[in-house]
């Protein structure tokens, strides 16, 4: 059985966060919003990914845009003319925060949390970009500000629109599969580990390079560091974890419950990672981080691996079926569910010949009008997006403690209540990191 893609739909299984709870000064409430009038979004990071999400809540009206570098995003500052326009999102939070009712936050990882806390902080309802946040604590704050708030989140993983995710989610919940004690989610890209350079040439006419930094460590530009290459560097990105963990670990994620160990803690998450090697600036070659899980109510506990850069399970895992450069499988006592696409939008059950002509429970979980769709009804009253920050905080957290423990050399035991490292003092330096001077969450 084989569940095809379809990125533009809706998985919801969280209640729907009561609208006359919501506290948002100085903007429309959700509560009684028209459905049939636009929502007022203002823009942070405008150019790359940013351009694409312009894109995807374009229905909508586009108040206010900013980006550091406003010569680089001049084809999206031309097609929303009208349209405020700022270099730094402090000044457009504290100038303009009455025109809008939302943020998108697209910048790269570093300024994900200052950004999107500050405009929650204002009740405006936040789309992020994943991973959520650079590090642990700061994945934290930003689900902690937007229970806070009552405001509607999303994270961009699209793949949780899908209707493979859905559909995988609420077989693993039915039991199809049985029991879930081992889990494997893998991701053929790696990363380069490399020494800071050592010239400094000028930034591009244009580009504010201190707001750029903004609350990471003060270095001089260089280009490597911009257009998507901040991704490898560890005072900015948060490499190949960062950029493909909450795509494809959301599966094994959402269909083995995870999230309960934040909303009902039941003990400490073991994590243990090795890598090609540990590099000060750079992240490595290759990783394989192992999670111990306790049980989750009546749901066993489960071992999980990530790994990405090249490492993979054992061939048997995959019961018959070829080995892939990137999968997610949850493996079962009657079977197991399996996708190769890295955005997990398709699934299978394996082994395949067991499950032929097999009745399969009938879909149980709301469907999807699109990923950024759905945010947008949720900012209007709709039900709460699916991966809001209570899912996507969580799960970033997991993202960034596989960093941080290939970092460590031994084991480290976390707990999630209370977002601290409790075998290692030392190593709880590694889940945040001191900003720079006029940047705060």
């Given at each position: 059985m084989s569940a095809r893609i379809d990125r533009r739909s809706f998985l919801q299984r969280t209640a729907l966060v009561s609208a006359a709870a919501l506290v948002i000064p100085e903007a429309r409430s959700a509560l009684g919003f028209p459905a049939n009038e636009k929502l007022n979004i203002?823009?942070?990071?405008?150019?790359g990914r940013g351009s694409s999400n312009v894109g995807d809540v374009g229905s909508e009206s586009i108040v206010a845009l900013c980006d550091v570098d406003p010569d680089y995003c001049k084809p999206i500052y031309k097609q929303f003319e009208k349209a405020r326009k700022f270099t730094d999102f402090r000044k457009m939070l504290d100038e303009a925060h009455k025109e809008f009712d939302a943020v998108v936050v697209s910048t790269p990882d570093h300024t994900h949390a200052v950004a999107a806390i500050a405009a929650m902080r204002l009740g405006k309802h936040v789309y992020c970009e994943k991973p959520l946040t650079r590090t642990v604590i700061e994945a934290r704050a930003m689900r902690l500000v937007a229970q806070e708030k009552g405001v509607m989140t999303q994270m961009g993983n699209q793949g949780s629109a899908s209707e493979g995710c859905r559909r995988a989610v609420e077989l693993a919940w039915a039991g199809v599969i049985g029991p879930v004690r081992e889990a494997h989610v893998w991701f053929e890209?790696?990363?380069s580990p490399i020494d800071r350079p050592g010239d400094s040439p000028q930034p591009p006419e244009g580009l504010d390079w201190d707001l750029w930094l903004g609350?990471?460590?003060?270095?001089?530009?260089?280009p490597t560091y911009i257009r998507g290459g901040w991704r490898n560097w560890r005072s900015f990105g948060s490499g190949s974890a960062g950029d493909f963990f909450c795509h494809t670990f959301n599966i094994t994620f959402r269909a083995l419950r995870l999230d309960l160990l934040w909303s009902?803690?039941?003990?400490t998450i073991r994590?243990?990672?090795?890598?090609s090697e540990v590099h000060p600036e750079s992240y490595s070659r290759w990783a394989l981080v192992r999670y111990s899980i306790p049980a989750r109510g009546d749901l066993p506990p489960v071992k999980i691996t990530w790994a990405n850069g090249g490492p993979k399970p054992p061939a048997e895992a995959l019961r018959g079926r070829a080995m892939t450069g990137t999968g997610c499988l949850l493996s079962g006592e009657k079977g197991a569910i399996f996708s190769d696409c890295p955005w997990n939008t398709q699934m299978e059950l394996l082994p395949a010949k067991d499950f032929e002509?097999?009745?399969?429970?009938?879909?149980?979980?709301?469907r999807s009008p699109g990923h950024h769709a759905e945010w947008i009804q949720a900012c209007k009253g709709g039900p709460k997006p699916f991966s809001h920050f209570g899912i996507g905080g969580p799960m970033t957290e997991l993202a960034q403690l596989a960093n941080a423990s290939a970092l460590v050399g031994h084991p480290i035991e976390y707990d999630p209540a209370t977002g601290k490292i409790v075998n290692c003092a030392e190593a709880n330096?590694?889940?945040h990191?001191?900003?720079r001077k006029g940047w705060s969450i």
């Open positions: 203002a823009i942070i990071g405008t150019g890209g790696g990363n609350p990471a460590p003060e270095r001089p530009f260089h009902q803690p039941s003990g994590v243990e990672g090795t890598a002509g097999a009745q399969l429970p009938a879909p149980s979980i709301p330096a590694l889940i990191r001191e900003y």
